[in-house]
């Protein structure tokens, strides 16, 4: 069990008895940190979660936002790392379905997927290779199995993953309004759980996850088997149930298994559920404890109304689903369970839902303190060393081009992806009303467009975790509004090592203070989320890695923006560029030392540059917009060029900036910046459009040509296209070509 002798102690006072080994088993996986979020609930209470497009906030399988003609969107984001890293490929692929079937919770269709990597050094690690290959053929077989696109990602190497990975996969849905499924029922209803047999598989797969990683010996029964042939005949069966008005709740039997999917939603629904274990369906001959643990994957928990179970039972039966009638709703708040003919447990399901706050102490770790007394600047390098150094960092596999990824993902199925990945800094996909069935309903009230982006930093998080997590999220809104979309919402994705560790749970505590100080600001709500601690192995924790995941909305499709500039455009800069290196790829990919000095976000100047770039786009007047980020703005300029396939001509010396030495304003990762391209004959209006705004923006280069050339107080260099296109290749070499 992973109960500790406290939460045993509080067990007992709250069932005034001892709990036999049924009930102990559903409690400790229900109490687990994976399940509970027992350490970090208290925290996610900053997050402002309220907003005008926020139906449902966080506390249910996945939030729901209203984007207007009679359409809502959903949107969850899960990991599944400590599988991943004993089994790359199912714990990937599992990973995937998990999170679809948080989707189809709400009676919403799948339609894209995002996945958010971390992985040791791939260009020394074989290990690191392995799993990177083994993750992403794991994402690639389910997703494309299932057919829901994957539209973007990020990946980042750190040798803090080493060992280990990090495996995030956040789903968008979208459903009509009047088929929202939210949970509901009444004394009476069936419970009844669909899909694949229930078996030995995962059975303690959540209190697996809530301990530190201990290496290859783990135990591969936590693990569970993917099987997306179900899972896509899971979803067009859900689906038409929902369209057919015959469910009025469902869930995803995912951790914790039945113990955590029954108690939470009788505790949602105030209720109690009569269980007849007998009744379901397995594939094996297994005991109570191990059924109700189980984590076999692929299977969903329905609530519906007698009256309507012979219309289910024929939905399934035309997918050839398996189903079983488990039980029914009671009145009195017990979950009372039934095997072999005997009652096996008898507890509250509030009990069990809600597992006793564990109090944990927050302390400054000694390192940052110790980075900061360090901290100093390299020799600034040799003028003519610059171009080197440049073609190093698009070489660096966190900056490299991930083609070799999504070229392994099918991210057009479903027709609704009309930016794909590496066109763009963000996905955008078309949405419009469906029927059950997934056909166009009525289009009479045109489309919408969704963009959708994911992104971390876990050097400058490791470093300063308020400033860096603060600048994740304003990494994520810069790319959305990089394609032209106004952010309205996030999920955060928050991976930590113990929190049991005072200093671990520190870093937490000011990610989170980060992330929600932003949100706040900015008026962009949190609408659901995970926490993942014990991403540790005996070589220590990992460093913080909070993810955002970013949806922003396009009004009108003639203004989506991609990241390709036409021959002769305008180059301009919005932003201004300080001297900001600590965690900077520069510093440590380059000259593998740290600093204190991370990027910080001036929230109002953010605000700012961010708004006139969208005023910029929703005018017409640029024809490409693109982030400055990882590699700060030479990197930027680069990867414009190469997405244009065009060099460009730069006068570095016109960029606004605060820096003094050349490699700061070249590869400093300051925020709040933008590169757009322009027409030459459009510079005026831009200029009038920018004068509205308190931020810098001037022109400083040209597209055009078949090398980038960077000149400098009178000293220039110059770079070919070919060099940088090769250099940014590197983890498609490192990889192999056959993927």
């Known amino acids: 069990m992973s109960l500790s002798d406290e939460e045993i102690r509080y067990l007992r006072d709250a069932l005034s008895r001892e709990p036999n080994s049924v009930e ?32 449902i906030g966080p506390g ?25 890293a004993v089994e790359p490929y199912g714990g ?24 958010a990597l971390r992985f040791a050094d791939i260009r020394y690690d074989n290990q690191a290779r392995w799993l990177f290959r083994n993750v992403v053929r794991g994402i690639a077989d389910y997703g494309n199995c299932i057919g829901v696109p994957t539209v973007a990602g990020e990946v980042e190497f750190d040798d803090s993953f080493k060992d280990y990975c990090l495996v995030d996969v956040a789903c968008i849905g979208v459903v009509r309004k009047d088929r929202l499924v939210t949970l509901k029922g009444d004394v009476g209803d069936l419970v009844v759980v669909a899909g694949n047999r229930t078996g030995r598989d995962g059975i303690h797969g959540a209190s697996f996850a809530s301990r530190a990683f201990e290496g290859e010996e783990e135990d591969r029964s936590a693990v569970q088997i993917p099987d997306p042939f179900m899972g896509k005949l899971l979803i067009d069966a859900t689906m038409e149930c929902v369209g057919a008005g015959c469910v009025k709740a469902i869930k995803d039997l995912g951790g914790g298994g039945l113990a955590c999917c029954l108690s939470e939603t009788a505790d949602k629904l105030g209720m109690g ?11 094996e001959g297994m005991s109570a404890e191990e059924i109700m643990i189980s984590e076999s994957q692929e299977r969903m928990l329905y609530i519906l109304d007698p009256s309507m179970l012979e219309r289910f039972k024929a939905i399934m039966d035309k997918y050839e689903v398996p189903y079983s009638v488990l039980g029914r709703l009671t009145g009195d708040g017990y979950l009372s369970i039934y095997h072999n003919g005997k009652q096996v447990a008898r507890i509250s399901a509030s009990v069990v839902a809600n597992a006793p706050l564990a109090k944990r102490k927050a302390t400054k770790p000694g390192y940052i303190e110790h980075i900061a007394v360090h901290s100093r600047k390299p020799e600034v390098p040799e003028y003519d060393d610059m171009a080197g150094i440049l073609l190093e960092l698009l070489a660096d596999p966190s900056i490299a081009s991930k083609e070799w990824v999504y070229r392994q993902y099918d991210h057009e199925v479903g027709l609704r992806t009309i930016v794909k990945p590496g066109h763009a800094d963000a996905a955008v996909l078309r949405v419009w009303p469906e029927h059950h069935d997934g056909m166009a309903a009525d289009l009479s009230d045109g489309y919408r467009y969704v963009a959708v982006k994911v992104d971390g930093n876990s050097k400058q998080c490791y470093i300063d975790p308020y400033n860096g997590s603060m600048g ?54 949190c609408v659901g989320g995970k926490v993942s601690f014990y991403n540790e192995t005996r070589q220590g ?63 109002a ?28 703005l030479a990197v930027a300029i680069a990867e414009m060029c190469i997405s244009s396939g065009m060099g460009a001509r730069v006068d570095l010396g016109s960029v606004p900036s605060t820096c003094t030495r050349l490699d700061d304003l070249l590869f400093s990762e300051s925020h709040s910046r933008f590169l757009v ?12 459009v920018l004068a509205g705004y308190p931020v810098h923006g001037a022109v400083i280069g040209r597209f055009g040509g078949n090398s980038l050339s960077l000149e400098y107080k009178g000293s220039s260099m110059s770079i070919s296209l070919e060099s940088m296109i090769d250099a940014y290749g590197s983890v498609t070499r490192l990889m192999g070509h056959g993927g």
């Not at 509970?36 to 208290?42: E, I, L, T």
């Not at 009108?556 to 600590?582: C, Y």
């Not at 391209?677 to 009038?688: E, G, N, P, T, W």
Request: proline residues 4%; charged residues 20%; hydrophobic residues 40%.
């Open 24 to 55: 102990l088993s559903m409690v400790s996986a229900e109490w687990s940190e994976h399940c509970s979020y027992k350490s970090s609930r208290p925290y996610l209470k900053m997050f402002s979660t309220e907003g005008k497009h926020v139906l």
């Open 60 to 84: 249910y399988d996945a939030g729901v936002l209203d984007i207007g003609n009679g359409m809502l969107l959903t949107v969850h984001i899960e990991s599944h790392n400590h599988p991943s």
């Open 92 to 115: 990937a692929a599992t990973g995937i379905g998990g999170v679809v079937r948080d989707i189809l919770s709400m009676g919403s269709r799948p339609i894209a997927l995002l996945d």
């Open 273 to 283: 559920m009569l269980i007849d274990l007998d009744a379901l369906h397995l594939r």
């Open 472 to 525: 994740c999220f304003s990494e994520a809104c810069r790319n959305v509004a990089c394609v032209g979309a106004e952010p309205i919402a996030m999920v955060d994705h928050l991976q930590f090592g113990s929190p049991e560790d005072e200093h671990v749970f520190w870093t937490f505590v000011e990610s989170v203070r980060g992330l929600a100080d932003y949100g706040r600001y900015m008026g962009i709500p």
């Open 541 to 603: 924790a990992i460093k913080p890695s909070p993810l955002v995941c970013v949806v922003g909305l396009i009004d009108d499709d003639g203004r989506v923006l991609k990241g390709h500039a036409g021959d002769g455009d305008m180059l301009m800069i919005i932003g201004l560029t300080k001297d900001e290196m600590g965690g900077s790829e520069y510093y440590e990919y380059i000259h593998s030392m740290l600093h204190a000095n991370v990027p910080k976000v001036d929230l």
């Open 605 to 632: 100047y953010d605000k700012s540059a961010r708004d006139a770039l969208l005023a910029l786009a929703s005018s017409g007047l640029i024809t490409s917009a693109h982030d400055c980020s990882k590699g700060g």
């Open 677 to 688: 391209s322009l027409r030459r004959d459009d510079m005026d209006a831009v200029s009038r």
